[in-house]
Every structure is written in structure tokens, then in C-alpha cells.
């Protein structure tokens, strides 16, 4: 199914969705634009893929009520509404943001200790270096030597450069939602639910959560809204924030545990789908990648994430440096010289949404087909995505929004904890729990 030119951005957006995943939504309101624009105001189609988003795993779960496009907007810049105990954590780095070099700009990461620590090593700087001293000395460099001195010592930093349409066109030549099938000789647990229920379509089924940071967790705390049973794994010698967690880890257990042990094994073999996402590479060194899963467990669905898709398998990224390489940053300048960004952290939120809803149809056909289903995206593919969609001279829709009429408040250990309300209409989130908290156990 090819998209009509006639449709709106968001329609040809889902029909391009529905194609790359072999399914035809079903129900009167499939085609329902939004009641009003998505307030995430930018130059680029923010809004029309943010609706597309959330809209596909609507269809995918059967739930015909239209999400409100406030409420949307509100989960997307979901960081800006998260408190703990009535404060706003403190997530971002000094050492996180665009950086001027001598003939151009350069985005940083720094927000996790182990890359700030690397990205003061490559600019030779000390531990306790202030903001201002990357900053001067980042000005002291041309861009592509501040980059490689960054990305020698394992920090993360990337140029900012204009938009490339030819490579991005390349990229939107390749599926949106990569789906492969491996055939599969037993039933899987999935094959042998009761019907399909618009209010829990996933319960009964068991997900294994290993993602950090927002797109991957954004999908399985979407799969757990749906009723399934979902299980984040995360290393044990790698911290998370725990504010970070509480953001986007509503409804999951969480428990730290190394994937190379047996224990991880027996999570595996009794899992129905497991979401990955951290770099292939890594993944594949672990034996961890999606055919290697699906040859050793037939029958499972495995969901891939990564920052820049699987030509760079070895390269780490978050959705802000993705933005900066891509040009989204400069399509979205406010003065043609400085950077700019999307109103919210748009490439992690649609990935998580598009993933769930891909996890969701997949397991349909599954019950139908049977085999083993392999499913993968990545930030930067999304990115060339909204590149490629209609885009305005000036940013479109109001911002405004009551943020206090989209959120929830949960008590987790103690501590109060208001987090943004779910985008799926009738549902509502559980609470978080307490990262590493729980047994690694089903």
C-alpha cells in the first residue's frame, strides 16, 4: 500500500506504518485526523508525527477514541512535568548541549557520569571542569577535531550539520518499521491467548525490557498499559536515575542482572517478546541480537532500538545528537546561526510509540501465521522520517497547554512522584516502581 499524496501527514504516515507491518487497521475511525493540532509547536511536522505515533498503537490495540492531542503533547515533553517529592529533578548535564567550535557547532551528551567523565578526558580537561570550561576550550578546536578528540576517549559528541535530503532519501527508500518473519516449529505463548480484549490486548503476555533511557522504556511502558507483564533487566554496573526511571517505568518490574548468566537465559526462554536497545554491536557480542534470539527461542517477537540504525552498529547516540547530525537542529535555528531542537525529545517518543505498536501487530499475526517475528527502527530513521514530511516557514501550533490537567501523581517508596498521564484513551498508567527493586524473576 502505497500513501496518497492527497492525505494528510499524518494519514500517509500511518499508511506507511501499516504497510512496512503487513496489516490493514480495521474500524470506522481509522482514517480520523486529529480534533485539533498536537500543541508541539516547529517548523517540521512535530505534530503530525507525534498523532501518527500514538494514533498507530491505538489502532493496533483495537481502541477507536481518538487520543487528545494536548495530552500528547504533555507525555512527549514528559520531562518537563516529572517531580519528585514537588522538585523537578536535575538531569542535564553542564556538559550537555551545542558547544561553538571555531568554524562551526558541536552537540555534546554528557548526562550519564561515565560519558561526561570521557568527554572531559578527550578535551583534556579535568574532573571538576565548569561548563564554561569546555565551552572555551571546544571554541579553541574546529568542529571535526573537538568531535574526534570527544569520540576518541568514548565520549559522545557529533557535528552539527545542515540536513542532507539525497541521504535522508536513501533512508525513507528503506522500511520505517524493518519486519522480518523466521519460521518457527512451536506454538508461541502469545499463539495461545483468548480473543483479543481493546482494554488489556497484551495481558498474559510476558516482555522482556532491555532499554535504557526514553524510547525503548516509552514502548514497554506502553506494552505494560496494555496489560502485559513487562520485566526490565538492566546490568548491574550500570547505574540508571532513578527520576529517569520513574519518567517511563510505570506498570514494569525492574531488577538488575548480568545477561550472561543462566538466569537471564530461563528469563528469556519463558518470554513472549524482549525490546532491545542498546547498541547492535554490543547486542551481537552478547549473542543478544534479534535472530540470535529468535534461533535459540523460536517464536519470540524481539523488538530492535538503536540511535542511528544498523549501517553504524557500534556508534552510541541519544535523540538530541541524532537531531544535531541529522539537521533537524538547523531546519529548526532561530536565527539561521545558532542551533535550535524540536519542542520535545520527538525522535525517542515517536520510536516507542511506533516499536509498541509494531510489537502489538506483530504478535497478531503471530496467533495467525505462527514463526518468529523480528521488528527494528532507529532514531535516525525516524529523524529522515520528519525530514521528509510537509514542513512550515515559521514553527506551527499554539504550546500552550494545562499541564495540570494531564498528569498523575503516584506515591512509590516513600516518595511522591507526578509523572505525565498515558496518551491512550481509557487507560491509565500504574505507578513506577523503584528501579533494580525487584527479583529478576517472572
Known sequence: MSPSTDRTPAAALLDRVWSCLGIEPQGAHADAPPPRAVP????????????????AVGLSS??????DPDRIAVAYRSDRVLTVDGRAPDVWSPYSGFFRASDGWIRTHGNYPHHAQRLLTGLGLASDASGDDVRSTVLAL???????RIADAGGLAVPVLSEDPSHDARLRATPLLHVDRVPAPRLAASQKRDGHDAGSPLAGIRVLDLTRVIAGPVCTRTLALL????????PPQLPEPESQHFDT???????????????FDDLVVAADVVVLGYRPDALDRLGLSSHALIARHPGLVVAGLSAWGSDHPSRAGFDSLVQAES??????????????????????HSAGY?????????????????????????????????????????????GDVDLDAHTAMFEVGGQSIT?????????????????????PRW
Open 40 to 55: 508541539l509547536p516547529s517548523r517540521l511536522a512535530t505534530a503530525d508525527l507525534a498523532w501518527a505515533s500514538v494514533r
Open 62 to 67: 483495537g481502541i477507536a477514541a481518538l487520543p
Open 142 to 148: 574546529s568542529r571535526a577535531d573537538a568531535v574526534d
Open 227 to 234: 496489560g502485559a507483564d513487562v520485566l526490565r533487566i538492566d
Open 249 to 263: 517505568g510505570h506498570g514494569k518490574r525492574s531488577a538488575l542482572l548480568d545477561a550472561r548468566s543462566d538466569r
Open 327 to 348: 539537521g533537524i537542529a538547523m531546519v529548526e535555528t532561530p536565527d539561521g546561526d545558532r542551533p535550535g531542537a524540536l519542542p520535545a525529545q520527538a525522535l525517542d
Open 354 to 398: 511506533l516499536l509498541a505498536a509494531s510489537i502489538i501487530s506483530l504478535l497478531e499475526r503471530q496467533r495467525r501465521e505462527g514463526g518468529g517475528w523480528a521488528v527494528r527502527t532507529s532514531l535516525r530513521r525516524v529523524a529522515a522520517e520528519l525530514l521528509g514530511m510537509p514542513r512550515s516557514a515559521e514553527a506551527t501550533a499554539d
Open 419 to 439: 509523572t505525565a498521564q498515558s496518551v491512550l484513551p481509557g487507560l491509565d498508567f500504574a505507578a513506577p516502581r523503584r528501579w533494580g527493586s525487584d527479583q
